[in-house]
């Protein structure tokens, strides 16, 4: 199995643009998991969906910040617009779901807003 | 509120000792992970505890649980160079999401 995978590794664009971050969870899990990292505020749960519906998203930190989940191969993560602020190692992780909790993390997305 | 508390959030130590990092959680939980991050790369994962009185070893780490204390434990034994690294701790929650500790940032100096 290819693991979870992300695209793209690197971001880097300007304060006001849209970024969009790609996620494929491992084959049969049914949990993803979108989290963001900083080394002022740590790993932060932002979403996470079960059998692709959105289940908690009280980690979004705002309206700029969405995401979608529109099969169980594929999840997204937009900001718009976004802002220096936003600058972080996002991860998507996927789980096999009840019981099998263990969260397997993608490479991350290293995002630099300027 | 829920919450993992860990402790050390940071050591600096000679290869060949031993050390304890401690992870303490708020509520009643029966599982607990550890994950284990490299400088600019993913989590993964070591342990998964399963109940109380729960240990597992794998090489020179070795985890317990003890979920009466509310309290798990990740004991390192001759620290070597190459386990240099953040190591997390979580717990399931009732809704069987895990609720992660701030991280506890290990340097081993050779």
């Known amino acids: 199995d290819a693991g979870v995978i992300q695209s793209p590794r690197h971001e880097v664009t300007e304060m006001g643009q849209e970024v969009t971050l790609r996620c494929k969870p491992i084959s049969g899990h049914n949990s993803l998991f979108w989290y963001r990292q900083t080394m002022m505020r740590g790993l932060e749960l932002l979403i996470y969906f079960n059998n692709n519906v959105p289940i908690d998203d009280s980690g979004m930190p705002e309206d700029r910040f969405s995401a979608k989940m529109p099969n169980a191969s594929f999840s997204t993560l937009k900001i718009q617009p976004s802002e220096p602020r936003d600058s972080a190692v996002y991860f998507c992780?996927?789980?096999?779901?009840?019981?099998?909790?263990?969260?397997?993390f993608g490479p991350g997305t290293r995002l630099l807003v300027l | 509120e829920l919450k993992v508390e860990q402790n050390p959030l940071f050591l600096s130590m000679q290869e060949g000792k031993n050390y304890t990092i401690y992870c303490n959680y708020s509520t009643t939980s029966d599982r607990l992970y550890w994950y284990r991050q490299d400088p600019g790369k993913s989590l993964e994962s070591l342990f998964v505890?399963?109940?109380n009185g729960a240990v597992k070893q794998e090489g020179r780490l070795m985890a317990s649980l003890d979920t009466k204390a509310r309290l798990s434990t990740l004991h390192i034994t001759a620290a070597v160079h190459d386990l240099s690294a953040t190591y997390f701790c979580a717990w399931r929650d009732s809704n069987y999401q895990l609720i992660w500790g701030a991280g506890t940032k290990l340097i081993i100096k050779p």
């Open positions: 992780a996927s789980s096999a779901g009840h019981n099998q909790e263990t969260q397997y």
């Open positions: 505890l399963l109940s």
